[in-house]
C-alpha cells in the first residue's frame, strides 16, 4: 500500500500485477519447468498483493469488517449487552458468535485483512525506499524534445542573449534541482525538479505507520490492564501479582509473574454532584511507593490525587480511578454478647448513576468448631442500598442521589449455609441462589433501614447499620509500546501534512538562439495529483517571457 | 454559580438568528442558482432549466452569469444570478458572525469550552462548514453558484441541532473536563465540517460527470472544477481529521485508561479514516481516479455523519454523553 501521490507518467512506481500464468516473454519455454511455474506464482501473487489496487480493495474490506464492532455489542466492551443481545435474538446470536462477531477485533478474519495489508504495505513502501533512495541523487530528466505537447507550456521571443536569459532562468529556478545540457546548434536546456519532500513525506508517513501498528502489537503482547476495588478509607492495594487483582487482563507474553511492584493506599473519596446527580468532580486523595520506594525499604507513603483525566503515573504503569461505590457498614451482635462488624463493597446496579446498589454483607458466628452448626447459623446481609433513600410508587428503595445525603438500605438478612465451606468460589456480591432454592438458606428478617437503625432477628442475634465508606475503583494499565505508537502518530501526521502539502513537479526551459535574440520554450508538467500546477507554472512562465516580451502587454 | 441563564438565553436566540439568517441565505442562493445561464448553451431557450418560468424572459437577456462578460444591457452592471449570489453571501457571512456569537456566548454562560455535547458540536460543525465554503468561495468565485448545494445540508444539520439535538447549557461530566475538549473536539469539528465540502463537491462532480439529473448538472461549475475542489479540501482536513483522532487517543489514555480501546466511535472514525485514505490512494490508481475516488469521499463524509448521529444516539458507547 504506498499512497501513490506521482501520477506515473513517466514511470509506474509499480509494475501493474501480471495476468497470472502469463510468461514473461524472454524465457525459453524448456526452462519453465515445475520450478520455474511456482516462481512465478510466487512472484505474481506477490505483485498482485503489492499493487494498489490490491491495497485498495484491502483498505475497503478493513473499513466493511470494522463496521460490525461498531454496529453488534462488543464482549470486550460491555459483556452485558452481548447478554442481552443473546436475549433479544436467540436466533441470530449463536451465527454471529461461530462467525466471531462479537469478538470482531481479535477474530481470525479480521487479522487476516489487517495482515495482508500490513504485508502490501510493506512490500510496496521498502522497494519505493530504495527507489526514493536512488532518486534523490539522480539529475532531473532530460528535456522532451517536443516541450509544446506537455500539459503546461509556454513560448517567446527575446530580445536578450541566450547567456543573458540563462541568467535569469537560473535566478529564477533557485531552490530547484536542476541540470543544464548543451543540444546541438548552441541550444541550452535547462531541466528543473522540485518539491522531493513530497515523496519523503510519503514514505515517512507510511513507515510510522508500519511503526504505530508494531507499538500496538508490542503493547497487545507485552502490556496488562487490571481492576481492583479499594476501599476509600486507607486501605492499600500492591501491583505484585495477578492475585490482588478483581480482574486481571493480561496480553499473550505476560504471566503476571513481573509485575512493576508498587503499592496505592487510597485515604478519601470525593465526589461532588449537581443537584440533578450528574458527577461534577471525582478524586482520590491517595498515597503511593513507587517500585524505588519499596525496593529500598522506604515506609513513607508519597502523597498524591487521582482524578478523571489525572491518573497515577509512576514507573511506566497508570492508575486510574474508574468508578466508585459504597460500602455500608453492618455490625452484628450474637446473643453471646459477640460482635463482629463487615463492611464489604456492594456494586452500583443503576445505569443511570444514581449509585442504587446490590450486594451481601456475609458474616459467621465466631467461636463454632462444629461444622454442621456452622452450616445453619451463617449470616448474610443481602438487599438495595441507596446513598439517598426515597421510595417509589410501589414501595421499593430507590436512590434519589449518588451521594450520601440519607443512606438507606433495604436488607433482607438471611441464616444458614452460605456455601462458603463448598471450597467453591463465589461472588462477593451474592449469595448462592442453589442455596436458597435448597431451602438451607433462608430469610430471617425484612428490614428497611438507616444508619443507627438495627433490626433483632428471632433468636435474639442484632444486626446494625453503622455507616457507610466509600470504595474507588482502580484500573491499572501497563502499556510498554504506547510511548512508541505517540512518537510514530506524531511524526506520521507530520509525515502525512509533508506529502500532502508538498507539489511534486518539472520545469524544462529550451534556450534556442536566433536572430537578435532568443526564443524561449517552456515545459511544465506536474508529477502529483491534479492538485493544480497551473498556476505557479504560468506564474513562472510570466516572470521569464514576459519582461522583454511586450507584445502581450 | 454553574450557568448563567440570561447569557445562555441570548446564545440560544443567536442560534435562532443564524438558522433564520441561513434560510435567508439558502433562498438566494437558491435564485442565484436559478438564474445562472448555462455557458456554452448554443441555443438560448434551450438552456434555460425546467423551474425558473417566470424570471426566463426577463432574464433572457442578460449573458451568462457567473463568467461575468461585461456590457451586458442591466442598469446595475451586474447580472440578476451575480446580484442573488452577492447577496447569498453576504447573509452568509452574516450567519457566521451570528453563529460564532451563539457559541462564544455559550462557553460564557456555562464558564467552560463550548464543545461539551451533541448539540454544541454539530452546531460548530456547521460554522465550520460555512466558513469553509466562504473561505473557498473567495479564492475560487467561479464556484459559487454551487453553494445552495452546501447550503441544504447545512440547513437540514442545523435543523436537527436546534431541535432534536438542542440541549440546555449545562456543566459537563468529570471526564470531559480536561484541556484536551479545547483539542481534540475542535480539530474533529472543524476537520469534519471542512470534510462536508468534499463530500458535497463529489456528489456534484457525480451528478456533473453523468449529466443526472440534467437539469441540476447543467448550471454546475466545470467537472474539472469540482474535482479539485474534492481533492484540495480532502487534502487539508484529512491530517487535520487524522490530528484529531491521535489527540482523542492521547486523550482516552488520560481519561479512559487506554489509548484506543475500540469504542463504537473510535471504531468508526477509524472507517472513515480509512475510507479517506483510500480516497487518496484512489487518486492515485488507474480507472478509480474520477468516479469511484468520487463515490470513496461521499462515503467518507456518510460515514462521519452515520458516527455523529447514529453512534451517538443508538449505539451507546463511551462518547455517549448525558443528554445526547
Given at each position: 500500500m504506498t499512497s501513490?501521490?506521482?501520477?506515473?507518467?513517466?514511470?509506474?512506481?509499480?509494475?501493474?500485477?501480471?495476468?497470472?500464468?502469463?510468461?514473461?516473454?524472454?524465457?525459453?519455454?524448456?526452462?519453465?519447468?515445475?520450478?520455474?511455474?511456482?516462481?512465478?506464482?510466487?512472484?505474481?501473487?506477490?505483485?498482485?498483493?503489492?499493487?494498489?489496487?490490491?491495497?485498495?480493495?484491502?483498505?475497503?474490506?478493513?473499513?466493511?469488517?470494522?463496521?460490525?464492532?461498531?454496529?453488534?455489542?462488543?464482549?470486550?466492551?460491555?459483556?452485558?449487552?452481548?447478554?442481552?443481545?443473546?436475549?433479544?435474538?436467540?436466533?441470530a446470536a449463536p451465527i454471529i458468535e461461530s462467525l466471531g462477531g462479537f469478538e470482531v477485533f481479535a477474530s481470525p478474519w479480521f487479522a487476516a485483512i489487517y495482515l495482508l495489508l500490513m504485508i502490501s504495505l510493506v512490500g510496496c513502501v521498502l522497494p519505493r525506499s530504495v527507489e526514493y533512495w536512488h532518486s534523490m541523487r539522480a539529475a532531473p530528466v532530460a528535456t522532451p524534445r517536443n516541450l509544446t505537447r506537455l500539459p503546461h507550456h509556454a513560448e517567446a521571443d527575446s530580445a536578450e542573449s541566450p547567456d543573458a536569459v540563462l541568467e535569469r532562468t537560473r535566478r529564477l529556478l533557485r531552490g530547484w534541482r536542476r541540470v543544464e545540457r548543451s543540444e546541438p546548434g548552441g541550444v541550452t536546456a535547462v531541466s528543473a525538479e522540485r518539491g522531493y519532500l513530497r515523496e519523503t513525506g510519503n514514505l515517512v508517513f507510511h513507515l510510522s505507520l508500519i511503526g504505530l501498528l508494531l507499538g500496538f502489537a508490542g503493547g497487545k503482547l507485552y502490556g496488562y490492564e487490571g481492576d481492583v476495588i479499594v476501599r476509600?478509607?486507607?486501605?492499600?492495594?500492591?501491583?505484585?501479582?495477578?492475585?490482588?487483582?478483581?480482574?486481571?487482563?493480561?496480553?499473550?507474553?505476560?504471566?503476571?509473574?513481573?509485575?512493576?511492584?508498587?503499592c496505592v493506599r487510597v485515604d478519601r473519596f470525593d465526589g461532588t454532584w449537581l443537584?440533578?446527580?450528574?458527577?461534577?468532580?471525582?478524586?482520590?486523595?491517595?498515597?503511593?511507593?513507587?517500585?524505588?520506594?519499596?525496593?529500598?525499604?522506604?515506609?513513607?507513603?508519597?502523597?498524591?490525587?487521582?482524578?478523571?483525566?489525572?491518573?497515577?503515573?509512576?514507573?511506566?504503569?497508570?492508575?486510574?480511578?474508574?468508578?466508585?461505590?459504597?460500602?455500608?457498614?453492618?455490625?452484628?451482635?450474637?446473643?453471646?454478647?459477640?460482635?463482629?462488624?463487615?463492611?464489604?463493597?456492594?456494586?452500583?446496579?443503576?445505569?443511570?448513576?444514581?449509585?442504587?446498589s446490590e450486594g451481601a454483607t456475609k458474616f459467621e458466628q465466631p467461636g463454632i468448631t462444629d461444622a454442621e452448626l456452622r452450616r445453619t447459623t451463617q449470616l448474610a446481609v443481602t438487599g438495595t442500598f441507596a446513598p439517598t433513600?426515597?421510595?417509589?410508587?410501589?414501595?421499593?428503595?430507590?436512590?434519589?442521589?449518588?451521594?450520601?445525603?440519607?443512606?438507606?438500605?433495604?436488607?433482607?438478612?438471611?441464616r444458614g449455609d452460605l456455601g462458603i465451606d463448598d471450597g467453591r468460589g463465589q461472588s462477593i456480591f451474592t449469595v448462592d441462589q442453589q442455596k436458597i432454592d435448597d431451602g438451607e438458606l433462608v430469610t430471617v428478617a425484612e428490614e428497611r433501614l438507616g444508619v443507627g437503625d438495627s433490626v433483632t432477628l428471632d433468636d435474639g442475634t442484632v444486626v446494625r447499620f453503622d455507616g457507610v465508606t466509600p470504595w474507588v475503583n482502580l484500573q491499572v494499565g501497563h502499556d510498554p509500546g504506547q510511548i512508541w505508537v505517540l512518537v510514530f502518530s506524531i511524526v506520521m501526521v507530520a509525515g502525512l501534512a509533508l506529502s500532502l502539502s508538498v507539489k511534486r513537479r518539472r520545469l524544462w526551459v529550451r534556450i534556442r538562439p536566433v536572430d537578435g535574440g532568443s526564443r524561449i520554450q517552456l515545459g511544465g508538467l506536474a508529477r502529483t495529483d491534479r492538485a493544480g500546477y497551473g498556476e505557479e507554472f504560468d506564474r513562472l512562465g510570466s516572470e521569464l517571457l514576459d519582461p522583454m516580451d511586450k507584445k502581450d502587454g | 454559580m454553574l450557568v448563567d441563564p440570561i447569557t445562555s438565553m441570548w446564545s440560544d436566540r443567536l442560534?435562532?438568528?443564524?438558522?433564520?439568517?441561513?434560510?435567508?441565505?439558502?433562498?438566494?442562493?437558491?435564485?442565484?442558482?436559478?438564474?445562472?445561464?448555462?455557458?456554452?448553451?448554443?441555443?438560448?431557450?434551450?438552456?434555460?432549466?425546467?423551474?425558473?418560468?417566470?424570471?426566463?424572459a426577463e432574464i433572457?437577456?442578460?449573458?451568462?452569469?457567473?463568467?461575468?462578460?461585461?456590457?451586458?444591457?442591466?442598469?446595475?452592471?451586474?447580472?440578476?444570478?451575480?446580484?442573488?449570489?452577492?447577496?447569498?453571501i453576504s447573509l452568509m457571512i452574516l450567519a457566521v458572525v451570528l453563529h460564532a456569537g451563539s457559541i462564544v456566548l455559550r462557553g460564557l454562560a456555562t464558564y467552560r469550552w463550548p464543545l461539551g455535547n451533541m448539540y454544541e458540536f454539530t452546531s460548530a460543525l456547521c460554522l465550520m462548514a460555512v466558513g469553509a465554503w466562504l473561505v473557498l468561495v473567495r479564492k475560487h468565485p467561479p464556484l459559487r453558484p454551487a453553494g445552495v448545494f452546501v447550503l441544504t445540508p447545512i440547513l437540514l444539520l442545523m435543523f436537527i441541532t436546534g431541535t432534536v439535538l438542542y440541549a440546555e447549557a449545562a456543566p459537563v461530566v468529570p471526564a470531559l473536563?480536561?484541556?484536551?475538549?479545547?483539542?481534540?473536539?475542535?480539530?474533529?469539528?472543524?476537520?469534519?465540517?471542512?470534510?462536508?465540502?468534499?463530500?458535497?463537491?463529489?456528489?456534484?462532480?457525480?451528478?456533473?460527470?453523468?449529466?443526472?439529473?440534467?437539469?441540476?448538472?447543467?448550471?454546475?461549475?466545470?467537472?474539472?472544477?469540482?474535482?479539485?475542489?474534492?481533492?484540495?479540501?480532502?487534502v487539508l482536513a484529512f491530517p487535520l481529521y487524522t490530528f484529531g483522532i491521535i489527540t482523542g487517543a492521547v486523550w482516552a489514555e488520560a481519561a479512559w485508561g487506554r489509548f484506543w480501546g475500540w469504542d463504537p466511535k473510535e471504531t468508526v472514525a477509524f472507517v472513515a479514516w480509512v475510507l479517506y485514505a483510500a480516497y487518496l490512494h484512489a487518486r492515485a490508481t488507474a480507472g478509480w481516479r474520477t468516479s469511484r475516488a468520487a463515490w470513496i469521499n461521499s462515503a467518507g463524509f456518510a460515514t462521519i455523519v452515520f458516527n455523529l448521529f447514529f453512534i451517538n444516539m443508538v449505539v451507546a458507547g463511551l462518547h455517549s454523553y448525558a443528554g445526547v
Open positions: 501513490d501521490m506521482t501520477s506515473g507518467v513517466a514511470r509506474p512506481p509499480t509494475a501493474p500485477p501480471q495476468p497470472p500464468g502469463s510468461p514473461t516473454g524472454s524465457e525459453p519455454p524448456a526452462r519453465r519447468d515445475r520450478f520455474g511455474g511456482v516462481a512465478a506464482f510466487l512472484r505474481n501473487t506477490w505483485r498482485g498483493l503489492t499493487s494498489m489496487r490490491t491495497a485498495l480493495v484491502l483498505l475497503f474490506l478493513l473499513a466493511l469488517a470494522a463496521m460490525p464492532g461498531a454496529l453488534i455489542p462488543q464482549r470486550s466492551l460491555n459483556e452485558f449487552l452481548v447478554d442481552d443481545f443473546y436475549a433479544d435474538y436467540p436466533t476509600a478509607d486507607g486501605a492499600e492495594f500492591c501491583n505484585s501479582s495477578i492475585l490482588g487483582y478483581d480482574t486481571f487482563r493480561a496480553g499473550l507474553r505476560v504471566d503476571g509473574t513481573d509485575l512493576n511492584e508498587f443537584p440533578n446527580g450528574q458527577p461534577s468532580t471525582f478524586g482520590a486523595q491517595i498515597g503511593y511507593q513507587t517500585g524505588e520506594d519499596l525496593a529500598d525499604g522506604v515506609t513513607d507513603w508519597r502523597p498524591g490525587e487521582i482524578t478523571v483525566n489525572y491518573p497515577l503515573r509512576t514507573d511506566g504503569d497508570r492508575a486510574y480511578l474508574t468508578g466508585y461505590g459504597y460500602a455500608p457498614e453492618f455490625t452484628v451482635t450474637w446473643p453471646d454478647g459477640q460482635s463482629r462488624t463487615g463492611g464489604i463493597q456492594w456494586r452500583p446496579v443503576d445505569q443511570s448513576g444514581s449509585q442504587l433513600g426515597a421510595v417509589d410508587a410501589e414501595g421499593n428503595l430507590a436512590s434519589v442521589h449518588p451521594d450520601l445525603r440519607a443512606p438507606t438500605a433495604d436488607v433482607n438478612i438471611m | 442560534f435562532q438568528a443564524t438558522l433564520v439568517v441561513l434560510l435567508l441565505a439558502m433562498i438566494f442562493t437558491s435564485l442565484e442558482y436559478a438564474a445562472t445561464r448555462v455557458a456554452r448553451a448554443p441555443r438560448r431557450r434551450a438552456a434555460v432549466g425546467a423551474g425558473d418560468g417566470g424570471a426566463d433572457s437577456d442578460t449573458p451568462d452569469g457567473a463568467e461575468g462578460a461585461p456590457g451586458d444591457g442591466s442598469r446595475t452592471g451586474r447580472t440578476r444570478a451575480d446580484r442573488y449570489g452577492r447577496i447569498g473536563q480536561s484541556y484536551w475538549i479545547i483539542i481534540h473536539v475542535t480539530t474533529i469539528t472543524l476537520a469534519s465540517g471542512m470534510l462536508l465540502v468534499p463530500g458535497v463537491a463529489s456528489l456534484l462532480f457525480l451528478m456533473k460527470r453523468n449529466e443526472r439529473p440534467a437539469a441540476l448538472a447543467a448550471k454546475l461549475p466545470g467537472a474539472e472544477a469540482l474535482d479539485r475542489l474534492a481533492y484540495r479540501v480532502t
